[in-house]
């Protein structure tokens, strides 16, 4: 039997209230005007949680600690969702190729 993991989410104002309407717990706030090291302590902290299975985080935010992943590895997935205001992909299709092969490893065409 698999065990749970746990979400965790890093993001702006909008997508961290989103998702505490959902009811995840582990929501951080933060603006694209961080620090990079405050960024990438908190990120670190998560993703070498072994109870955390996902973080979800913006694409500004994300694009700033991608050096801080490792290729290959299992447990945690990274997803970028969006930001509301000037999201790099304005076509819901490219960005969600770019989702799968950055998860997958390869494209997938429909």
């Known amino acids: 039997m698999s065990e749970k993991r746990e979400i965790a989410v890093i993001g702006d104002s909008n ?3 989103g998702f505490r ?15 990079d090291t405050s960024l990438e ?4 902290s998560l993703y070498q949680d072994p109870r955390i299975g996902i973080i ?9 600690v991608k050096h801080l992943t490792k290729s290959g590895e299992r447990y945690p997935i990274v997803v970028e ?6 999201p790099r992909f304005p076509s819901a299709k490219e960005y969600y190729q770019k ?7 390869f494209g997938i065409e429909l």
């Open 15 to 17: 997508a961290a209230v």
């Open 21 to 35: 309407l959902a009811g995840l717990k582990r929501v951080f706030e933060l603006e694209n005007n961080v620090a």
């Open 41 to 44: 302590e908190l990120f670190t």
């Open 56 to 64: 979800v985080m913006t694409g500004d935010l994300a694009t700033r």
């Open 81 to 86: 969702i969006p930001k509301l205001q000037a």
């Open 99 to 105: 989702q799968t092969t950055g998860i997958l490893g």
